[in-house]
């Protein structure tokens, strides 16, 4: 079951980053960023589903899912992970704002 579920996400997903970001309770809790391919329907409650399967403490807290060419990159064509920690810490003060984080 594991399988069907990695080639149906490696059909899905274009790239994939993840940091930690300040958590009250946790310390620290992982905010992925995933950006579909071009035409994939995916949502963040669907991968917080496929998640489940992961330990609990390697499990991002949080999703965010990203228009394809929209995940950041460097001069290498890289993942930019210093734009994404400052992502992830737009996305935790807007959920604190809503309440939605540090639970």
């Known amino acids: ?5 990695l080639v149906v ?3 899905m997903l274009h790239a994939c980053g993840v940091v930690g970001a300040p958590h009250e309770v946790r310390s620290e809790a992982i905010v992925a960023f995933v950006e579909r ?3 994939a329907a995916l949502t963040a409650a669907e991968l917080k589903q496929r998640a489940r399967s992961m330990a609990s403490f390697m499990r991002p807290l949080h999703f ?7 995940m950041p990159l460097n001069r290498s064509a890289k993942i930019d992970y210093l734009r994404l920690r400052q992502m992830a810490l737009e996305e935790v003060a807007r959920l604190r704002a809503g309440r939605k984080w540090d639970r």
Request: hydrophobic share 45%.
């Open 37 to 39: 391919k071009p035409g």
């Open 64 to 70: 965010v899912v990203l228009d394809p060419g929209q």
């Open 1 to 5: 079951m594991k399988w069907v579920s």
């Open 9 to 11: 996400m490696t059909v």
